[in-house]
T-cell receptor, first 115, second 116 residues
Framework: DGGITQSPKYLFRKEGQNVTLSCEQNLNHDAMYWYRQDPGQGLRLIYYSQIVNDFQKGDIAEGYSVSREKKESFPLTVTSAQKNPTAFYLC??????????????FGEGSRLTVL | AQTVTQSQPEMSVQEAETVTLSCTYDTSENNYYLFWYKQPPSRQMILVIRQEAYKQQNATENRFSVNFQKAAKSFSLKISDSQLGDTAMYFCAFSGYGGSQGNLIFGKGTKLSVKP
């Protein structure tokens, strides 16, 4: 089945460590996104990529980095510079082929806890 | 900048009854998309319904319908015949056209509880 796979589902990290969250999609979608979700805050955009080897900062990019070396993959690294990294992270994708719908398809999320 | 506001942090409804969730937004664009997403306890975000701003007809999907008032910048979601499985967080979201398509701006969500 086509979809978006995020791993790991749960991750614990010590302060000062970098951690990378994986996001893979087999939907042949063009664009991929990373959102952060905090209680009572809705979802906020971290980074997005509309094409391979290119990506753009979202509203809260500080302390995060991404890469887009393959169309299917968009990993997110949470660096030690991120002051409050404990959150739920959602990866999403969308297609620019055919009639545009604007709809995002989401993965199941990764829960990061900093100890 | 666009903003999305959901003024009801929590709501509850009895099973089989109807409930309406409110959403207002602010934008200077004329063409855009509006969405309602559902996030059940499993945390998977699921699209409930989508509306394109240039379409005057309100979108419907089975028990879910919207009341889209473009001039008032209002986009409410009505759930009819509520079911226990409708218990979830509901997020209203806005997306522009073209290059900003997919860059969704979300409201803070409404937690809906359906009671038996």
């Amino acid at each position: 089945d086509g979809g978006i796979t995020q791993s790991p589902k749960y991750l614990f990290r010590k302060e000062g460590q970098n951690v990378t969250l994986s996001c893979e999609q087999n939907l042949n979608h063009d664009a991929m996104y990373w959102y952060r979700q905090d209680p009572g805050q809705g979802l906020r955009l971290i980074y997005y990529s509309q094409i391979v080897n290119d990506f753009q900062k979202g509203d809260i990019a500080e302390g995060y980095s991404v890469s887009r070396e393959k169309k299917e993959s968009f990993p997110l690294t949470v660096t030690s510079a991120q002051k409050n990294p404990t959150a739920f992270y959602l990866c999403a994708s969308t297609s620019y082929t055919g009639e545009p719908t604007g709809e995002l398809f989401f993965g199941e999320g990764s829960r990061l806890t900093v100890l | 900048a666009q903003t999305v506001t959901q003024s009801q942090p929590e709501m509850s409804v009895q099973e089989a009854e109807t409930v309406t969730l409110s959403c207002t937004y602010d934008t200077s664009e004329n063409n855009y998309y509006l969405f309602w997403y559902k996030q059940p306890p499993s945390r998977q975000m699921i699209l409930v319904i989508r509306q394109e701003a240039y379409k005057q007809q309100n979108a419907t999907e089975n028990r879910f319908s919207v009341n889209f008032q473009k001039a008032a910048k209002s986009f409410s979601l009505k759930i009819s015949d509520s079911q226990l499985g409708d218990t979830a967080m509901y997020f209203c979201a806005f997306s522009g056209y073209g290059g900003s398509q997919g860059n969704l701006i979300f409201g803070k969500g409404t937690k809906l509880s359906v009671k038996p």
